[in-house]
């Protein structure tokens, strides 16, 4: 280079150490997190390692010189291909295909080239910084155009400013090394022994910026995979608090809800409880069949529904017995709600039968002052269902003695 090499090869040293720490902690980044592009960056970590060694075996050993600086041309191109293409991937998805072969074969014969058409080696490096510069400059335009720039990501934008700082200083030895070259300007040595090192440091924050990112991506995923676990939780919690047949919840929500009362809607915790019970319907169940009395259930639930406001609950509380909640509500209000349900029940039509049914209810309503109170008030609704179901059952008994009894006229 015209000058004593000694500085120059040793901030050489330095750079070439400090891009094999980094080949070896992408390598090993690799080894547990799945990213394509994290592959690629490794992949070009790894070609401008190989690349800088070799120049550096070409500065030690001169007589190796031409052999070393064609695969040092070629180790820094695929450095710059490589990064360009883990960026492209990233963004879209792209992955190297045939045509990357032929710009591979090309980049290889133009190394040889240029490694022995001249034996100024800055007159070289003007070809070799302008296509890096290049490199570098395409990698921050698919950064850019991707948008991922404009996101909050450190990383990211670091990937950014380094490869924008990269294309700049490589593109800055153009004219520099032309200008020396053509004897036009004397570079200053200090500037020339130390070149390597301004290129590690911008190389180092490239690194560092890859290594955040990729570590932002693994956060986003963990994320992600987080919030898939909570609503698939929420929805096995809805699952196993609700009834499958009836879509009304079940006695696992009451409990759960009981034990936290501050879940009761608007904070009401007064107002009454009815327990609603099937009449007869183990006849209809032996006569019509089980999925007939599955239908008579899901047709009460859906009526019990249609009486009661959209902040009170609905319960299946046991095979044919259901707990309705009431919240801010006298028992005379709650009666009178409830006690449209048998006139709607005189018809019921389920799905696939062509005779409707006549179906009844017995119900018991007893008001609560406080969560406290709510299952000693469920005792009483539930002894008020028994008392008015076995009133049903007494009258209709008497009305069947009547006419069995009933005597016979007979006319003239």
């Not at 406001?309 to 509500?329: K, M, P």
Request: hydrophobic fraction near 50%; include cysteine; glycine fraction near 8%.
């Amino acid at each position: 280079m015209g000058f004593d090499q000694s500085t120059s090869v040793a901030a050489l040293t330095v750079q070439c150490a400090g891009i094999i720490l980094v080949t070896i902690l992408s390598f090993l980044m690799t080894k547990s997190i799945r990213r394509e592009s994290l592959n690629y960056w490794t992949y070009a970590w790894a070609s401008l390692a190989l690349g800088l060694t070799l120049l550096l075996i070409a500065f030690r050993i001169p007589s190796l010189g031409r052999v070393a600086q064609p695969f040092y041309f070629l180790g820094e191109y695929a450095f710059g291909y490589l990064f360009w293409t883990g960026c492209s991937n990233r963004a879209t998805g792209a992955k190297l295909g045939r045509s990357s072969l032929y710009l591979g074969v090309a980049a290889a014969v133009l190394a040889c080239v240029l490694a022995f058409s001249s034996s100024n080696f800055e007159r070289k490096f003007v070809v070799h910084a302008t296509i890096m510069s290049c490199l570098f400059a395409l990698a921050f335009r698919t950064i850019r155009r991707s948008g991922a720039v404009m996101s909050r990501r450190l990383g990211m934008r670091i990937m950014w400013v380094a490869l924008l700082l990269l294309a700049l200083d490589f593109g800055h030895y153009v004219p520099l090394f032309l200008l020396t070259d053509l004897g036009r300007i004397a570079l200053p040595i200090s500037y020339l022994q130390y070149t390597s090192i301004y290129d590690l440091i911008l190389e180092i924050l490239l690194g560092f910026g890859t290594v955040m990112v990729v570590m932002d991506d693994v956060n986003g995923d963990l994320e992600a995979a987080n919030r898939e676990l909570t609503a698939a939780r929420d929805r096995l919690e809805i699952l196993a608090r609700m009834d499958p047949l009836t879509e009304a919840l079940n006695r696992h929500a009451f409990y759960s809800l009981t034990r936290e009362s501050s879940r009761f809607p608007m904070g009401v915790l007064a107002g009454c409880v009815v327990v609603v019970d099937i009449d007869d319907l183990k006849p209809i169940n032996d006569s019509i069949g089980h999925s007939a009395g599955d239908g008579v259930i899901r047709a009460v639930a859906n009526l019990i529904r249609s009486v009661i406001r959209a902040n009170d609950l609905l319960f299946r509380w046991g095979g044919d017995e259901f707990l309705v909640i009431l919240f801010g509500i006298s028992e005379a209000d709650a009666s009178s709600r409830i006690g449209r349900l048998n006139r709607s029940f005189e018809s019921i039509l389920l799905p696939g039968y062509s005779e409707a049914l006549s179906v009844s209810v017995s119900y018991g309503v007893a008001s609560f002052g406080s969560a406290s109170q709510i299952e000693q008030a469920i005792d009483r609704a539930d002894g008020q269902m028994y008392s008015s179901k076995q009133t049903r059952k007494n009258a209709a008994a008497a009305s069947a003695t009547r006419r069995s009894t009933a005597p016979l006229t007979i006319e003239d």
